[in-house]
């Protein structure tokens, strides 16, 4: 049960007949685990843990270093230097002490990356490399956890969200498994600053319905938006029949 302060900090969400107390509290008994504390790790892990989602799971294995700080708004000048787990961990502390953050200051893979994906409710991929979008996307459909996708890069982003839970729905790697030559990081291409919180922030209210089981999200969809023109355009995705990771789950 809810004391008086929990109701009052999460009075803005028990007021919307969406989540009310109940969903409030289902919030607050929820897990998730977010990969990459970078552009869009920010914003996903800070609204996560302002809107008291209970137990949040952090994971990146790198340090805070001065070209990370235009975008990556978890992270400060002081903190330069330091493993972006710590440097998060103090910022969603703050931001609300209530939440248990586990860290991990490594790159999950293999049977840990599993181990770890199955426990959460929902997994959240902030990485900006597709071979690590590969291996969670395996390890998420393996696991038959929901996965919330989101890339961005100029000034473009792009967002998904792979139910993982029926055989109809398409997979992360029916869409981008076969390309695996398109490496392109903003190490390389640059980023427009809040185009990742834009998609992180998106990122972080599909979680949010995820964990509530309200609303539409975008199962089948990928959602595409272009910050120059600032226009957003919908396309539906298809199982890839042959597709080497779901096709046979
Ligand atoms: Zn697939």
Not at 27 to 44: A, N, W
Not at 49 to 69: E, F, Q
Not at 151 to 170: C, L, W
Not at 174 to 179: E, H, V
Request: charged letters at 20%.
């Amino acid at each position: 049960m809810m004391n008086d302060t929990q109701l009052l900090r999460y009075s803005r969400h028990i007021l919307l007949p969406e989540i009310g107390v109940a969903g409030q509290q289902q919030l607050l008994d929820s897990q998730v685990l977010i990969i990459g504390l970078g552009g869009l790790g920010s914003p996903v892990a800070m609204y996560l843990a302002s809107s008291g989602v209970g137990h949040l799971r952090i994971c990146d294995d790198d340090n805070v270093d001065i070209s990370n700080l235009q975008r990556q708004i978890l992270h400060n000048s002081q903190q330069l230097g330091q493993s972006k787990v710590n440097s998060a961990r103090q910022h969603l502390l703050g931001l609300n002490p209530e939440v248990q953050i586990t860290c991990f200051e490594q790159r999950l893979t293999g049977e840990r990356l599993r181990a770890e994906v199955a426990k959460a409710d929902v997994v959240v991929d902030c990485t900006d490399n597709l071979a690590g979008r590969l291996e969670i996307n395996a390890a998420a459909v393996a696991t038959r956890t929901p996965l919330v996708m989101g890339a961005a890069i100029r000034m473009e982003g792009q967002i998904s969200v792979f139910s993982n839970r029926s055989s109809t729905t398409p997979c992360y790697h029916c869409l981008y498994g076969q390309a695996r030559d398109i490496q392109e990081t903003c190490t390389q291409s640059g980023v427009l600053s809040p185009l990742v919180g834009v998609i992180g922030s998106m990122q972080a209210l599909e979680t949010l319905k995820l964990l509530l089981n309200v609303g539409e999200n975008l199962v089948g969809k990928l959602l595409i938006f272009d910050a120059f023109r600032m226009e957003w355009q919908t396309i539906r995705l298809k199982k890839h029949p042959k597709c080497a990771v779901c096709a046979s789950q």
